[in-house]
């Protein structure tokens, strides 16, 4: 180790952070602690970086990793001692789980009786486009295991759920890949149509349950599971009709969500179409946010070194745009915003203080979100409820 390669690698940093590339910054701090382990200053600057991003347990790790070596630093202790308290406690939401799947029954319940009045609301509304209704897609997945039926009810999942299969070609012989899918068990109504699904998440978690369901289904299309990074796609150029990214292209930080777009745009084949969802605001900001229970794409990372946090960005109506659809030459068939209005129902239902009257309520979220979450226009006051839906068509 030496002093002058150490000040080197600081100074780039620093470098870096003055022009604002934050993940380079990061690149350069954690490269450096790999080849100097035992640097007390690369250890500490790389702990203070996660304290300026709110990224408090890396942030803890790193100051406790840098505590450890000699000699002691007053500093670094009074920073320890201010983020212990800043990191959530995981007691409280694991109590909220174990009422939740105790309620469950009750939930199920709750949500087919709800079915009828969905149904008759669709009908009034529209006639179903794509051969898609929302309420025989929740009829499928009433009886589903417990993962795949909250994923699904979520306030404004089911809206994005509707969007992506009433606008992509889901149909016999389409070969379809959904990004980031978690526990969504919205590709295997793909495969119900004939349709091949693909789904491509970071970490197998919602793998087994996926398929567990398939094999209880009726399929008629194709379904495979795949491990990888949408910023880096296992795929050949052209091989999908369609693409879905629902909520998940928000949470790739630094330029990731524009790198994703463009590999989205990759494997489209030509009159492909892309569905994709983001949180959105009247601002675009980001933040880092610690979670209190485990993220999905990093359950299978070493328990030693696993932090609970989760990057999100919120895009105003101009940054969807400009991140998102000006990477590559997409045509763009349409751009929706929904947004809750008076009442901030997915915030209500979002609350981590549980209770029972959210969780009695949880089922309803379906068809209060068919009332209340309602399409508006780009000039409309959005809220941190907001989200923005992209459909985009990779040009022939």
Same mark, same amino acid.
């Given at each position: 180790?030496?002093? &002058? ?45 996660? =304290? ?80 898609? &209704? ?23 999942? &089911? ?45 197998? =978690? ?166 209340? =979450? ?23």
């Amino acid at each position: 180790m030496t002093t &002058s390669s150490i000040d080197a690698l600081i100074d780039a940093a620093q470098a870096f952070a003055d022009a604002g590339d934050l993940e380079q910054v990061e690149r350069t701090l954690c490269d450096g602690v790999r080849r100097h382990p035992d640097s007390t200053d690369l250890k500490a600057h790389l702990g203070y970086f996660y =304290y300026r991003q709110k990224r408090y347990r890396r942030a803890l790790y790193w100051l406790n990793q840098r505590r450890a070596l000699e000699p002691p630093d007053k500093g670094v202790d009074a920073l320890i001692k201010e983020i212990e308290p800043l990191i959530p406690k995981n007691e409280a939401v694991a109590n909220k789980h174990q009422a939740s799947r105790k309620a469950e029954w009750m939930q199920r319940r709750i949500l087919r009786l709800s079915l009828p009045v969905i149904a008759w609301l669709e009908g009034v509304a529209r006639d179903s486009r794509n051969g898609f &209704s929302l309420h025989s897609f929740l009829k499928t997945i009433s009886h589903r295991n417990e993962r795949t039926f909250h994923a699904c009810i979520a306030y404004h999942k &089911s809206r994005e759920i509707a969007f992506a299969c009433e606008n992509l070609p889901i149909k016999p012989g389409a070969r379809l890949l959904d990004a980031g899918t978690g526990y969504n068990a919205m590709p295997l109504w793909w495969t119900q149509r004939g349709a091949d699904a693909v789904t491509l998440d970071g970490s197998p =978690y919602g793998f087994e349950r996926l398929r567990q369901e398939r094999d209880a289904s009726a399929n008629e299309g194709c379904f495979s599971c795949c491990l990888g990074d949408v910023t880096r796609l296992p795929f050949d150029n052209d091989s999908f009709d369609g693409v879905s990214a629902l909520c998940m292209i928000e949470h790739i930080p630094y330029q990731g969500d524009a790198v994703a777009m463009r590999e989205i745009f990759r494997v489209l084949k030509p009159g492909g179409l892309a569905a994709v969802t983001v949180e959105a605001n009247r601002e675009t900001f980001e933040e880092w946010l610690e979670m209190p229970f485990e993220i999905g794409y990093q359950i299978q990372e070493d328990r030693a070194e696993r932090f609970e946090e989760l990057f999100c960005r919120n895009y105003a109506p101009e940054a969807v745009r400009e991140r998102l659809a000006h990477g590559a030459p997409w045509e763009i068939v349409s751009e929706v915003f929904y947004d809750d209005g008076a009442i901030a129902w997915r915030s209500w239902f979002n609350d981590p203080r549980g209770g029972i009257l959210r969780a009695a309520m949880r089922p309803l979220q379906p068809l209060i979100s068919l009332l209340c =979450y309602r399409e508006r226009g780009a000039k409309y006051a959005l809220s941190p409820s907001s989200i923005a839906c992209l459909l985009l068509k990779k040009p022939l």
